[in-house]
Structure formats: structure tokens, C-alpha cells
């Protein structure tokens, strides 16, 4: 099992920056891939970055590209999400996903792709 709890959300006005991170614990999380999803209000949960089990390779989905940088620090099981330029399409609960089971992508982006979830944060960017 492993456990996964995100936190730094919170609100902020369009142009701010946040940082979230992902503290994870259980068996040997270090090792797993990690990604960033978020689920804004009457939309389904989409894909927003991904690293390996290194570190050495990220991906982000179009909309945050030059914006947001996933990272990991492997030491303290911890991955983060640094998100600057936030705008109000960016509002949304954010959950962090480790996959602990390879399915064939190198670069893992969706949902049944990873099989252990945060309870989320909020991120509320404000015009």
C-alpha cells in the first residue's frame, strides 16, 4: 500500500504562484512513477504532469507547458507541483497519482494508468 497526501492550495489571484507537494509513504514509494491530475467543478479529471521514478524525464499536458514544473525529491518521498502564472482555468482540486504497477507507457497520463490516489487540494485562482 501507499498512502499519498497533498497539500499547499489554497486561493490566490490570477498571476500568483503555488506550490503543491505530495508526501507519500508505504512501500518503497520512491520507486513509482508519479503524476498531477486535477478535477475542476463539472469536468472530468484530466491528466497535468508526470515524472519517473528518477526524476530525469517530465511531461505536462499542453495547457501548463512553460508554466507549471514537477519535481521530486526521492530522500523524503515527496513530488511537487510548481505552478506559476496561475489563471482561473487553473482552479480546480489537484490529486497526486503513483503507479505502482508498469502498464506499457513510459510516460503515464491517465487516470487507469496509476493505482494510488491523494484525497486532493484545492486551488482556487481568483480573477
Known amino acids: 500500500q501507499v498512502q499519498l497526501v497533498e497539500s499547499g492550495g489554497g486561493l490566490v489571484q490570477a498571476g500568483d504562484s503555488l506550490r503543491l507537494s505530495c508526501a507519500a509513504s508505504g512501500r518503497t514509494s520512491s520507486t513509482y512513477p508519479m503524476g498531477w491530475f486535477r478535477q475542476a467543478p463539472g469536468k472530468e479529471r484530466e491528466f497535468v504532469a508526470g515524472?519517473?521514478?528518477?526524476?530525469?524525464?517530465?511531461y505536462y499536458t499542453d495547457s501548463v507547458k512553460g508554466r507549471f514544473t514537477i519535481s521530486r525529491d526521492n530522500a523524503k518521498n515527496t513530488v511537487f507541483l510548481q505552478m506559476n502564472s496561475l489563471n482561473t482555468e487553473d482552479t480546480a482540486v489537484y490529486y497526486c497519482?503513483?503507479?505502482?504497477?508498469?502498464?506499457?507507457?513510459?510516460?503515464?497520463?491517465?487516470?487507469?494508468?496509476?493505482?494510488?490516489w491523494g484525497q486532493g487540494t484545492q486551488v482556487t485562482v481568483s480573477s
Open positions: 497519482a503513483a503507479q505502482m504497477y508498469y502498464r506499457g507507457s513510459a510516460y503515464p497520463r491517465t487516470m487507469s494508468d496509476y493505482d494510488y
Open positions: 515524472i519517473t521514478w528518477t526524476g530525469n524525464i517530465k
